[in-house]
């Protein structure tokens, strides 16, 4: 026996198998037929399971055995890594070698989760306990558990995000590429020694504005999304623009007139936004994040668009990272409270005022609209001024992460993060794009496994959308259909 396994020794059972006694002197396979045992579990994985989470590995029959009937993927589970040691004398577990099986042990079962199990490739999930195994492990079956839920959860999370989004983001993806040739025209015209004001859209900027419209000229204005609409109503000029979103209702952030400004859009970003600006007398730039087609496209494309950091998917660290590739030293950030200040969520004069005003009236008033915005979800209170809510902490604690992974040193006063990039260095340039023909016949020529993580998101949306569950092969195709299909 290994030390600290829950497996004595191998015996054979009637039917000539070689199978592991417990330390209590049971067996997790049947002594007397333990084929028939195996498949009896087998049995178990219903039609239209893609992914197994395995509690007890055993004699490693069932696994033979499902591989023979199934195209699956299985996550095993033992408590420890001695238990794996040990059952791989075993003849059957020593020569399984598959890409769509993996060994997990409970320090690792969380992680090992969240990275194997990709809901839109893999279909549903479904446990297989080893009843013996888990009563010798009672002890661990709760921690089991709340890893599993624990790990469903941030899967499940990102799942819906791209079963949402999928469709939206693909889509905005290949329209874009028809205004590359639009972009990238006109050379970066700012000045690196001044300060960076980085502008979101949080309420303390109805106060912290005053420090911007006083010293305009030392600044180089870069403002979110949320926020640009709020400064064109101050009459502040706007040097740069960035925005993440990929939802139409983001086109509403640039209702208005104005021109000169550089906009930077991710290449997810709303088709809409985009072709408005490109059409009027701004300039246009495109960057990549992280969804993977955006990254397969701009390979293609020789790189030639910057890669900017979206965090957790805040606009506000993007537009602090493209402050910091633009090469500025001093950074100041207006408006990043990440927290609802004096019952206010935005500051005054974003599209959502005038978008909530047209419906405004005196059973449903604008108060109640913003009212929906915060009471999302459960508040924390920070002061007898300021709330804050799970996710907005969250983009919190992903907002000061990036700034220490970027060894930055900052200080907080007055609503104001100041910022001092000692590094400065400029690492984006304008460079010419390739051709949205030369990308998309470039895109046909890619195989499976280059095409397969670009595709996924997509392939969420499909499959969250089709209910008669159809294989991954069938999603798969509808995927690189439409991506062909552009041109």
């Not at 599993?148 to 999928?166: E, R, V, W």
């Not at 900027?205 to 911007?212: H, Y």
Request: proline share 2%.
């Amino acid at each position: 026996m290994t030390s600290g396994s829950i497996y004595k020794e191998i015996i054979q059972s009637k039917d000539g198998f070689s199978i592991p006694l417990l330390i209590n002197g049971k067996s997790i396979d049947s002594r007397y037929n333990a084929l028939r045992s195996a498949q009896t579990l087998v049995d178990q994985v219903k039609e239209n399971t893609g992914f197994v989470i395995l509690l007890g590995l055993a004699s490693g029959i069932f696994l033979q055995e499902i591989l023979k009937v199934r195209k699956i993927k299985i996550l095993v589970v033992e408590i420890k890594q001695e238990d794996f040691d040990f059952l791989k004398q075993i003849e059957i577990i020593k020569n399984i070698k598959n890409e769509n099986i993996k060994f997990t042990n409970l320090n690792s079962l969380k992680e090992d989760l969240i990275n194997f199990y990709l809901p839109a490739m893999d279909g549903n999930l479904q446990i297989i306990e080893q009843k013996p195994w888990c009563e010798i492990n009672n002890n661990y079956l709760q921690e089991i558990n709340s890893n599993i839920q624990d790990a469903l959860k941030i899967i499940s999370q990102d799942y819906s995000t791209q079963a949402h989004f999928g469709k939206i983001w693909t889509n905005n993806i290949l329209r874009n590429l028809k205004l590359l040739e639009y972009s990238n025209k006109n050379s970066l015209d700012y000045d690196q020694n001044k300060i960076a004001a980085i502008i979101a859209a949080g309420p303390s900027f109805d106060k912290s504005c005053q420090l911007i419209e006083k010293n305009r000229k030392d600044y180089v204005v870069i403002a979110t999304d949320t926020a640009f609409q709020a400064l064109i109503n101050r009459k502040i000029r706007v040097d740069f623009v960035i925005s993440i979103d990929g939802q139409f209702i983001s086109h509403s952030h640039f209702f208005n007139k104005y021109r000169g400004i550089n906009f930077f859009f991710d290449l997810a970003g709303d088709f809409s936004s985009c072709q408005k600006i490109a059409k009027s007398e701004n300039n246009l730039h495109f960057f990549v994040s992280g969804h993977p087609l955006s990254n397969l496209i701009n390979s293609i494309n020789s790189n030639n668009l910057p890669k900017i950091y979206t965090g957790s998917g805040t606009v506000t660290i993007a537009a602090l990272d493209l402050a910091i590739k633009l090469g500025f030293k001093n950074i100041q950030v207006f408006g990043a409270d990440f927290s609802y200040i004096k019952g206010k969520s935005y500051t005054k004069g974003t599209y959502l005022d005038s978008l909530y005003s047209i419906n405004s009236n005196k059973i449903f008033t604008l108060e109640e609209e913003f009212e929906k915005l915060q009471f999302r979800s459960p508040l924390d209170k920070i002061s007898d001024e300021k709330f804050t809510s799970q996710i907005l902490e969250s983009y919190r604690e992903s907002f000061l992460a990036y700034i220490e992974n970027q060894k930055i040193t900052y200080e907080y006063k007055n609503d104001i993060y100041y910022l001092d990039n000692k590094n400065a260095k400029k690492e984006i340039e304008i460079k010419d794009n390739s051709s949205q023909k030369e990308i998309i016949n470039k895109l046909k020529e890619c195989s499976k496994e280059e095409l397969l993580n670009p595709l996924l998101p997509y392939i969420a949306y499909l499959r969250y959308k089709d209910k008669d569950c159809k294989s991954f092969d069938q999603y798969w195709n509808l995927a690189q259909s439409h991506i062909v299909s552009y041109n």
